[in-house]
């Protein structure tokens, strides 16, 4: 089992940076592929990025694929999502999620991640 922890929201102005961080502790970080997801108010959970287990291979939504950027650091149990040129609409509470099947590809599918951190809010005003 992984707990997942994320971090790193606020509110920002449209075209302004942020980088959300995503701890894990538990089981061998290196295990997971992890993702990215985002919920808006009335909104189903969307997938946004996701990243494979060694880091070598990265997933995009194509709304945010050129502006949004996902790594991790193994070393340190943690994933990034690194958000340039923010807009209104990238408003929502993010998530990361991690996935046990890293005999697969990265999944774009909220059910097929097995752990979820709490979830931080990010704010973009126009």
């Known amino acids: 089992q992984v707990q997942l922890s994320e971090s790193g929201g606020g509110l920002v102005q449209a075209g302004d940076s942020l980088r959300l961080s995503c701890a894990a502790s538990?089981?061998?970080?290196?295990?997971?592929?992890m993702g990215w997801f985002r919920q808006a108010p009335g909104k189903e959970r969307a997938f946004v990025g996701g990243?494979?287990?060694?880091?070598?291979?990265?997933y995009y939504a194509d709304s945010v694929k050129g502006r949004f950027t996902v790594s991790r650091d193994n070393a340190k149990n943690t994933v990034y999502l690194q958000m340039n040129s923010l807009k209104p609409e990238d408003t929502a509470i993010y998530y990361c999620a991690a996935d046990r099947r890293i005999g697969t590809v990265v999944a774009r599918m909220a059910r097929d991640y097995d752990y979820w951190g709490q979830g931080t809010q990010v704010t973009v005003s126009s």
């Open positions: 990243i494979n287990w060694s880091g070598g291979s990265t």
């Open positions: 538990g089981r061998a970080f290196s295990n997971y592929h």
